[in-house]
């Protein structure tokens, strides 16, 4: 454990790193039959070399294709100014005021003032430690503005172009034939670290000859009337229009706190060929770019023949971005995540070493409390108090993924801060750093601290990882909730008992606390039994007698037990096992009682030393789990090398949280797009497989269902 503060003191480094960028003026080029890259050089007064820079897919030498749209740096200086030159930031020649008012953002601001974000903050310096509000009065610099030069952009040859839900920089460079990059010079407000758009986000794009994109897209709406007790999950169903585009076209169901009876909203009309398409029916693939007609079909397990059946569309060819729907049961190379397909990814395969991924630790070591010089008394703190326990199984974990992940060539930039498990102390860390720099913090623990991280690095989309159970009505886009909620390893738990059964007797025992345990699963099994559970003061239990009444001696018995008072659990265990190894009545059967006892939610209580492990063997005690039990891999190896002790735990899940956020941001440096994109992923002892929720964050859907086996836990498979 001394090795372990060791690494945690040298860790505790405060490092700033800054970057300045420089403005540069482009027009476009759309190729003619027979241009070369020296001529359109030559026509612009530039060199080839500037070209390529802004066009990654040209290459030097290679033929250019006719209507080709390349963007062409029109700024004399561009042929010789060098790339590392750093501006000199220019003083303004006064400032106007700015009432904010209601809904306005910081960027929204900055665009109407044709300034930039951090020129704001710079004359607005209580911007730095917190939100923007409504009647706010700010100070906006004006800057002297240069006459444009006759080379600047052509305003008419440009649109402006609406992001739409789930859009991607691919699909919009795709649509106007235009590069990423070539996009990311005409919108140089666009991240250069990530590749983040948010819907309704403006960009400037190219227009085609004789055509617009925008005036390609018609969309119908009709009037809903919202009845009672309507929700956007059934809205999602009825309409197959997502919600959050619902919310966009409907800006008073922010305003009104949600969707309420009686309020006429806007729903996109969908007009689709072929029938009512929806998620009942058909899953969809979005093709990517290189992908042939035999690697297509061979992924989703369908003939060309069939796919165009389903997609006449395709009859002009296969193209980067479309998307295609198959059949609801459809099965391959594939898995299936909110119908959508995903691709199987090895992100082992996957890393990209030009991502330098930047992570946060925010965890609460309280460094200030210890005397690092009293051992035993360091020893004994650690014991007692679960928020260092927590935080030195979860770092000592995570030290271990950094070393593994440097070893694959992943370069990562750490900054680890003690929040001391206080509210004030976690303000003051974020207010010294710029959030915007970072692909990722893991922590707090605390749930006021994690709301105040949340908060604060929403603006700039900076995903936050729970790295412990917290409480989910916390409704932040940017949090990764990565311990799977108990209501989903319910659900985990009965989809598999529904699969698995036959004909077996099932039996709920259930306290006060879990009626919504025991109606969950009534309304799987109805033919279920209820034993009833007795409650007083300072007892609880369950009538032996009237439990065995419920019991089958034809058929195996299945019995939940649905509670957190470790009395009720013991004395539910201890009588199930006496039954299970006697007969209930001799004179009319010889035969044992075949007994299997099972919970929806193993908590704390089922763990206790009263409760005898060999009792659970004995009944083959099944639940459902976030974790496994870790077996001697790699991991452990690496563990005790580093720290001399056996990792428990808490170290486990460390290592595998960090290790797949590495992973995940070496793939792309991007944790929100990669969740889009990465299906279920497993490491050591715990899964993730994040889903988005319709008002909240990011909630980790991956679970084992466990089984207690000959005094073993062993993992089922579904």
Not at 400 to 425: C, E, M, P, Y
Not at 600 to 610: G, M
Request: glycine fraction near 4%; charge should be neutral.
């Amino acid at each position: 454990m001394n090795q372990v503060f060791k690494n945690i003191v040298v860790l505790l480094l405060f490092v700033f790193v800054g970057c300045k960028a420089t403005a540069q003026k482009f027009s476009t080029h759309s190729v003619k039959r027979g241009e070369t890259l020296e001529s359109i050089a030559k026509q612009y007064k530039v060199t080839p070399a500037n070209i390529l820079t802004y066009n990654k897919e040209i290459k030097a030498g290679q033929d250019l294709q006719a209507n080709t749209i390349l963007v062409i740096p029109v700024d004399a200086a561009a042929a010789t100014t060098s790339t590392t030159e750093t501006k000199v930031e220019e003083e303004p020649i006064g400032f106007t005021s700015h009432k904010v008012r209601k809904k306005e953002t910081l960027y929204g601001i900055a665009q109407r003032y044709k300034i930039t974000e951090d020129q704001i903050k710079k004359y607005n310096r209580e911007l730095y430690s917190a939100q923007l509000k409504k009647k706010m009065v700010l100070r906006i610099p004006k800057y002297k503005r240069v006459a444009p030069s006759e080379n600047t952009i052509n305003e008419d040859d440009y649109e402006t172009y609406t992001v739409a839900a789930k859009e991607t920089r691919w699909s919009i460079a795709h649509k106007y034939g235009i590069t990423i990059d070539s996009m990311v010079v005409l919108n140089p407000d666009l991240a250069k670290n990530s590749n983040y758009l948010g819907e309704g986000q403006e960009l400037k794009m190219p227009k085609k000859a004789g055509s617009s994109v925008q005036n390609q897209v018609t969309e119908l709406f009709i009037s809903y009337t919202v009845p009672p007790k309507m929700n956007f999950y059934q809205l999602e169903k009825k309409f197959n229009v997502k919600s959050d585009e619902i919310v966009r076209l409907n800006p008073e169901i922010t305003e009104r706190g949600g969707l309420k009876e009686g309020m006429v909203i806007r729903i996109p009309e969908r007009k689709v060929e072929g029938g009512d398409v929806n998620t009942d029916n058909y899953i969809f693939y979005e093709v990517k770019p290189k992908q042939t007609e035999f690697s297509l079909t061979r992924k989703l397990g369908v003939t060309y023949k069939e796919l165009l059946a389903l997609n006449p569309d395709l009859k002009e060819g296969l193209k980067a971005g479309m998307v295609l729907k198959l059949p609801k049961g459809q099965t391959g190379d594939f898995e299936v995540r909110n119908a959508l397909v995903l691709d199987k990814i090895d992100l082992l395969d996957s890393i990209n070493p030009a991502n330098k991924p930047k992570i946060m630790f925010l965890l609460p070591f309280r460094l200030n409390r210890l005397d690092l010089n009293d051992k035993s008394g360091v020893r004994k703190i650690i014991g007692s108090r679960n928020s260092l326990k927590y935080s030195l199984g979860l770092y000592s974990g995570a030290l271990v993924a950094l070393d593994s992940v440097a070893s694959l060539g992943i370069s990562v930039d750490v900054r680890t801060f003690d929040n001391q498990l206080d509210l004030a102390k976690t303000r003051e860390i974020l207010l010294q750093e710029n959030l915007a720099e970072y692909s990722a913090i893991v922590g707090p623990l605390d749930v006021a601290s994690l709301r105040e991280v949340a908060v604060r690095t929403s603006q700039y989309q900076v995903p936050v990882i729970a790295p412990i159970p917290a409480n989910t009505n916390l409704s932040m886009s940017n949090v990764f909730f990565s311990y799977t909620p108990d209501e989903v390893l319910r659900t985990r738990m009965l989809d598999y008992m529904k699969s698995v059964k036959e004909a077996q007797n099932i039996v709920v025992i259930a306290d006060s606390t879990n009626t919504v345990a025991r109606d969950s699963i009534l309304a799987r099994f109805p033919e279920a039994k209820i034993a009833e559970v007795i409650e007083e003061e300072k007892n609880i239990g369950v009538v032996r007698d009237k439990l065995g009444a419920l019991l089958s001696e034809e058929e195996e018995n299945w019995v939940f037990v649905e509670s957190g008072n470790y009395k009720l659990i013991s004395s539910v265990t201890s009588i199930l096992n006496s039954f299970q190894n006697a007969l209930l009545d001799p004179e009319i059967s010889k035969e044992k009682l075949q007994l299997r006892m099972f919970t929806t939610n193993k908590n704390n209580a089922f763990d206790s030393d009263v409760i005898s492990g060999s009792h659970l063997s004995n009944l083959n005690f099944t639940f459902p789990s976030v974790y496994r039990e870790a077996e001697n891999n790699s991991f452990a190896k690496k563990y005790r090398k580093k720290f001399g002790d056996t990792p428990d735990r808490y170290a486990v899940r460390g290592f595998d949280l960090t290790y797949d956020l590495l992973l995940k941001l070496a793939y792309k440096n991007n944790l929100i797009e990669v969740s889009k994109l990465i299906g279920q992923t497993e490491y050591t002892g715990n899964k993730f497989s994040y889903e988005k929720d319709l008002t909240s964050g990011y909630f980790n859907q991956a679970s084992y269902i466990l089984s207690y086996e000959d005094m073993r836990i062993k993992e089922l498979n579904d």
